[in-house]
């Protein structure tokens, strides 16, 4: 008898979860707002801040920067703010020779986005020449005039 209950409690939970679990999954794809235009408008602000970076203008690049972004170094500080980040730039001791970004995915839910991607390098660090690769992670924030900048930013190097 205490098994037949114990099974129809089970059931009864059981017909009253999955419904549940399934409302829950429809409204977080409902409400998502996140569309092929921003994905191609984070392609686009990945395009600026490569060919930026690759001519070391970082006022462009730090522009593409929240006022309160949070730039997360290897082996490094971790730097808040726009002002901040645009002085950790321009203090670099190498100039950079050649730069190449490529995202390899992008998440992205209402005015937050998830930008993974991959680098490449070429530095000139007092005539001495070094090349290498990096991966990254960038967090997004869709802005209101519709701009999305980078608003937490951390990378790696190979």
Do not use: H
Request: aromatic letters at 8%; one cysteine or more.
């Amino acid at each position: 008898m205490k098994i037949n209950k114990m099974k129809s409690i089970l059931l009864l939970t059981s017909l009253l979860i999955v419904p549940l679990i399934s409302a829950c999954k429809e409204s977080g794809t409902t409400n998502n707002s996140f569309t092929d235009d921003d994905i191609k408008a984070l392609q686009i602000a990945t395009e600026k801040y490569r060919d930026a970076e690759a001519v070391n203008d970082w006022e462009t690049v730090t522009n593409l920067y929240t006022d309160n972004a949070i730039r997360m170094l290897p082996k490094g500080p971790t730097i808040q703010g726009r002002k901040e980040i645009l002085r950790e730039f321009e203090a670099r001791p190498s100039k950079i020779l050649e730069y190449n970004q490529r995202i390899t995915e992008v998440e992205g839910i209402g005015d937050i986005a998830f930008v993974r991607g991959i680098f490449s390098y070429t530095v000139d660090t007092n005539g001495k020449i070094s090349s290498g690769t990096g991966k990254y992670i960038a967090i997004y924030r869709k802005q209101k005039e519709g701009q999305w900048l980078i608003d937490r930013d951390i990378f790696n190097f190979d």
